[in-house]
């Protein structure tokens, strides 16, 4: 995961990756293990899993994606600041759920 410091652009890379954006080079965040305080709060409703949070949302802090990553595939959903954090990702199988906190970066935590 990459996410450019100057306009927010998202890109993604399955290995070793020289990626740019506005004209610098990017480096891969390094995701941190959220602390229990920081988790995401999952309800599985049905097939889906529901995520909400209490984070701040506003447009100097908030969370700019979620994504649900297997051993084979990523679901991503990207959001927007005053925005409530409410979004449905498929249910199935275990993996690792990761977000991005434009204020404090990239955390995951399993599922």
């Known amino acids: 995961y990459y996410v450019c410091p100057r306009c927010g652009n998202l890109l993604l890379a399955t290995g070793e990756a020289a990626v740019t954006c ?3 080079r990017l480096e891969p965040l390094e995701p941190a293990k959220a602390p229990e305080e920081e988790r995401l ?3 599985l409703v049905e097939d ?3 995520l909400t949070t209490s984070h701040p949302m506003t ?3 908030h969370i700019a994606f979620v994504a649900f990553a297997t051993g084979d595939r990523i679901v991503l959903q990207k959001l927007y600041p005053e925005w409530d954090l409410q979004v449905r990702l498929p249910g199935r ?3 690792t759920l990761l977000w991005y906190c434009t204020r404090h970066g ?3 935590q399993y599922l």
Request: net charge positive; proline share 0%.
């Open 59 to 61: 447009k100097d802090h």
């Open 48 to 50: 889906e899993r529901f």
């Open 106 to 108: 990239l955390f995951y």
């Open 93 to 95: 199988g275990r993996g």
């Open 41 to 43: 709060q999952v309800e």
């Open 22 to 24: 506005c004209g610098r």
